[in-house]
């Protein structure tokens, strides 16, 4: 059986996203390079949201450095929320110009994106003129796509049938909910869009699929591997004939090929495939990983990894022993160190790692804990008017001068009072929400046994827009953090890998410290390069297996850890970005690090009150 035998849609696995984007827009250009200036123009479908951003900025870079012309191409959008104005900050109209449109030399009568700003009873003629235009021009030649949690592409939520057309279309919870960070608030998000239908899209002669993250994986499996469902939109692809489906690595984890490639096919039994059937087996079957037989194996498939190893008892033994040795107390800890722990908002150090922090600081390592974003987008209107209730009452008693904090004070009611929903902050409410951060970052790592002095501030220019869309990293944003790196010349860093946040802030944290570090230790042996740990938790946490290091903690120090989230009080109760997971951060902590511990029990190893987990690279 092939590798890929379970997979109904063709999926190429690309871990570097630059490279996706790259392979994708490749495609792109290889399509309009390929027809002539006296044929029909170039048809394309394009989508929007993070995913594809990497695919235009490449085709721009095409455009400006190897005369890419799309002179010669006609476009037509999959969606766009209802009701909205075309210059609205969440407009996909205003998206597709700024980060495609504006930069290249393609004719503005051939693009196509549905209008959000029609009145009701327009809106289904438009979507017939829609459909009458996608034909006229020859129909799409390539249909770019992203996929949502639900699965939807386009906005084609469950339910959406087969034979569906450009429509208007309720959205669904969780789609608003994924959304919420760009409204600054669920609330604010349409509970409408526009979209073409599932129909129109399998019209389209070539489909791509980019999907990327951890948050993607399980709708990615059911998508490519699972039955066709009008539950799941994706799945209609499957009876397209010229689908691909591109994936980094994370995406691509609950595919059957890499979460248990030996249900397919042989394998070569590595070390860490080794570690991985085991702990699948062990789970799959309920039993401690000594205890596992030749019955357990034979059953599972796994008969060839017992045959390299001579017996069950040998192959539970040696995953049992790797097992046991990740696991790190504080004694074996870094001690006296220099140790610099990236956070890229202000409170997911003590989030992820918390516990491993309050270690840390008790072995005597000199911490810095460098906040690389100001996190300022993610501060409730209320909590700021809050604060200036805090400064007017100081003032009141004589503590504060009172016509500065005056004057202050009504230019942060005023500019609150006249901002329209989802619209950037005024730069005086901007720096007030930052502060805001700043102070409860500090309190946080206090709570955790750091001193304030421990705390360095950032704010990496990419993050300073006022917007939840953030700039790509440039050498500026590297170069702060080359800074900080040749400044504390630590032996340790610690960086977030949780990639499925939000926003997309801890991804371009991650490049701007990978770069950095290319340019500081351009290999892995290059003199003083520290060691790195990633860290997760803020929204999912490492697997027992796929980790290098588990770092157990006490009742104790699992509460001291929540007592240092506490600080961070206007993440607290609701905060602005939570994600589909409805709990407080505090809670979902405290949920994965005791589950974490839990596993390790699962299989029969020691029984801790909770663990966090650590890949080390």
């Known amino acids: 059986m092939s590798s890929t035998a379970r997979e109904k849609i063709r999926t190429v696995i690309i871990d570097d996203h630059a490279e996706l984007a790259r392979e994708v827009a490749e495609r792109v250009a290889a399509l309009i390079r390929s027809r002539r200036p006296d044929e029909r123009p170039v048809v394309l479908g394009l989508a929007t949201g993070s995913t594809p951003i990497g695919v235009y900025r490449e085709l721009i870079r095409m455009h400006r450095e190897e005369g890419l012309s799309f002179q010669h191409v006609v476009t037509f959008n999959l969606d766009e929320y209802w009701p909205m104005p075309p210059d609205a900050v969440n407009s996909y109209h205003r998206f597709m110009w700024e980060n495609l449109f504006d930069h290249i030399d393609i004719d503005r009568s051939r693009v196509h994106i549905p209008r959000g700003d029609l009145p009701r009873a327009e809106v289904e003629a438009h979507t017939a003129a829609y459909e009458?235009?996608?034909?006229?021009?020859?129909?799409?030649?390539?249909?770019?796509?992203?996929?949502?949690?639900?699965?939807?592409?386009?906005?084609?939520?469950?339910?959406?049938?087969?034979?569906?057309?450009?429509?208007l279309i309720a959205l669904d919870n969780i789609t608003r909910r994924d959304a919420a960070a760009d409204f600054f608030g669920e609330e604010f998000v349409p509970r409408e869009a526009i979209t073409m239908g599932i129909a129109t899209i399998l019209d389209a002669r070539e489909i791509a699929i980019l999907a990327t993250g951890e948050h993607k994986a399980r709708v990615i499996r059911l998508a490519v591997e699972g039955a066709v469902s009008m539950e799941i939109a994706a799945t209609f692809l499957q009876k397209h004939e010229n689908t691909t489906c591109y994936v980094d690595a994370a995406a691509a984890a609950d595919l059957t090929r890499v979460a248990t490639p030996w249900l397919l096919d042989e394998v070569e039994w590595t070390e860490a495939l080794m570690l991985k059937a085991v702990y699948w087996l062990s789970l799959t079957t309920n039993t401690a990983i000594l205890k596992l037989t030749q019955h357990d194996y034979a059953e599972h498939h796994l008969s060839s990894l017992v045959a390299r190893h001579g017996s069950p008892g040998a192959v539970n033994g040696e995953v049992f022993n790797i097992l046991s040795g990740k696991i790190k107390g504080r004694s074996k800890l870094p001690q006296r160190e220099r140790i610099v722990v990236f956070s890229p908002h202000p409170d997911d150090d003590v989030i992820s790692m918390g516990g491993t922090l309050h270690k840390l600081a008790q072995n005597g390592n000199a911490l810095t804990v460098a906040y690389m974003t100001s996190g300022n987008i993610a501060v409730f209107d209320h909590e700021a008017r809050r604060y200036v209730d805090v400064l007017e009452r100081l003032a009141a008693s004589d503590w504060l001068p009172t016509r500065p904090i005056d004057d202050f004070a009504d230019a942060v009611r005023t500019a609150l009072a006249e901002k329209a929903p989802g619209q950037i902050d005024a730069p005086v409410v901007q720096d007030l929400k930052r502060v805001i951060r700043e102070a409860e970052a500090v309190s946080g790592i206090e709570a955790a046994g750091l001193k304030a002095a421990s705390a360095r501030f950032l704010n990496l220019p990419f993050y300073q827009t006022g917007k939840v869309k953030k700039d790509p990293i440039g050498p500026k944003d590297v170069?702060?953090?080359?800074?900080?790196?040749?400044?504390?010349?630590?032996a340790y860093i610690f960086v977030a890998g949780d990639l499925s946040d939000p926003h997309g802030t801890h991804r371009v944290c991650k490049e701007a410290i990978d770069a950095a570090c290319a340019e500081l230790w351009p290999t892995a042996d290059s003199p003083g390069r520290p060691e790195i740990w990633l860290y997760r938790g803020a929204w999912q946490e490492w697997p027992v297996a796929e980790a290098t290091w588990l770092v157990p903690l006490s009742q104790e120090e699992l509460r001291l850890k929540i007592q240092a989230i506490f600080k961070h009080q206007s993440q607290k109760d609701s905060a602005p970005f939570p994600g589909t997971d409805e709990r407080e951060f505090w809670q979902r902590v405290e949920?994965?690090?005791?589950?974490?511990?839990?596993?390790?029990?699962?299989?029969?190893?020691?029984?801790?009150?909770?663990?966090?987990?650590?890949?080390?690279?």
Do not use: W
């Open 132 to 167: 009458q235009a996608i034909r006229d021009a020859g129909g799409i030649d390539l249909q770019l796509l992203g996929i949502g949690k639900t699965g939807h592409i386009g906005f084609n939520e469950p339910g959406s049938g087969m034979q569906s057309r450009t429509r």
């Open 479 to 490: 170069a702060m953090v080359r800074a900080l790196l040749e400044e504390m010349q630590p």
């Open 591 to 617: 949920s994965r690090n005791k589950e974490t511990a839990a596993l390790l029990n699962r299989l029969g190893l020691a029984e801790y009150f909770a663990m966090e987990a650590y890949v080390v690279v």
